[in-house]
């Protein structure tokens, strides 16, 4: 693991509220449990152009 922040700064950017533990795959299955028929993903519509 690399931690790239002093514990002081992880302290106070927990402290208000900017991070916690949750992942960012766990943001995003909250997010599709709570908006289960929004769109999450999509590929672009250049997507051929961009290989």
Same mark, same amino acid.
């Given at each position: ?19 916690? *533990?949750?992942?960012? !795959? ?6 599709? #449990? &709570? *908006?289960?028929?929004? !769109? ?6 250049? #997507? &051929?152009?961009?290989?």
């Amino acid at each position: 693991m690399v931690i790239l922040h002093t514990k002081d700064q992880i302290d106070k950017y927990t402290k208000e509220g900017w991070w916690d *533990n949750i992942t960012l !795959i766990q943001r995003f299955i909250n997010n599709v #449990k &709570k *908006n289960p028929k929004r !769109i999450a993903v999509v590929d672009p519509p250049n #997507k &051929k152009d961009l290989s």
